[in-house]
């Protein structure tokens, strides 16, 4: 059911700012985790947000009624007992497009960004829904939750939201060998004569060659900014920044055409 994320060394679509005030609430989280009895009866964090969802759609008594998917927290690709998943909202967002009841779908995003992994493949799942759909946000809409953000119809944000934008990819690494050897331990490692490049992007990073890394990078970042302005469309201006990285304030994003309008989360309802 659930795969294997990782914020650290691999390509991310994430604001630094947002990364590093995450890490404390992460470390917290897999504290509580570890010593954390989960009992079957309560089921996963999936389980319990379909049944959150269903209730949505069962309370508006045979009405067509939107519904909101929350996307809250770093974007990863596998649910985990703290975090829902890419793979789990494309699949939850795939059954409420077959419910006919449902009239509309606002995902509200709160998110600095996340893996690289998983994030187009969602994006092109919001993309392709018949139900229209409405991105909005009160905090954070950033890098892969901007992607995530641009496959939907048409998007809102709070006026007093914190920053949108952050286009752009980037790699966090760190290397514990020298920690290791420090405890005693030495680290060997040997190739077959075949594998010349096994490892070739890692092992150049470790002499300080950055340009393999850094190519890979490019190319992650030419996809996405090619999926921006795809989906965005000509309503996206190019200020000579928003391509490069930058981060936006509510009012700024909606001059350049990352929204379309400011409002409430009831404002984004109300469009269905």
């Known amino acids: 059911m659930f795969g294997n994320n990782t914020l650290i060394n691999t390509p991310l679509a994430i604001d630094k700012e947002y990364l590093f005030g995450i890490i404390p609430s992460l470390l917290m989280d897999f504290t509580f ?50 975090t829902l998943g890419t793979q789990f909202y494309g699949q939850l967002l795939r059954y409420l497009d077959r419910d006919s009841q449902i009239s509309g779908i606002v995902l509200n995003i709160d998110s600095g960004g996340g893996m690289v992994s998983g994030t187009a493949e969602l994006t092109s799942i919001i993309k392709n829904l018949k139900t229209p759909t409405v991105s909005y946000t009160s905090g954070y809409q950033c890098s892969a939750a901007l992607d995530i953000a641009s496959g939907c119809d048409y998007h809102m944000a709070n006026p007093h939201a914190d920053l949108i934008g952050s286009i752009g990819t980037m790699l966090s690494y760190q290397d514990f060998s020298a920690m290791f050897e420090k405890w005693g331990a030495k680290i060997y490692e040997l190739y077959a004569p075949q594998s010349t490049e096994k490892n070739q992007e890692f092992r150049e990073l470790m002499k300080g060659n950055e340009a393999l890394y850094t190519e890979r990078l490019q190319y992650l970042a030419a996809d996405f900014i090619d999926r921006m302005k795809a989906n965005f469309g000509e309503k996206l201006k190019d200020d000579g920044h928003v391509f490069k990285g930058k981060t936006y304030t509510p009012q700024q994003a909606l001059e350049i055409g990352l929204i379309d309008e400011l409002g409430t989360l009831e404002d984004a309802l109300s469009k269905f």
Do not use: F, H
């Open 33 to 82: 985790l570890k010593n954390r009895s989960v009992s079957p009866d309560q089921g996963t964090p999936e389980t319990r947000y379909m049944s959150r969802i269903k209730a949505q759609v069962d309370g508006a008594d045979g009405n067509a009624t939107p519904v909101v998917v929350n996307i809250i927290g770093p974007i990863v690709k596998y649910s985990s007992w703290y």
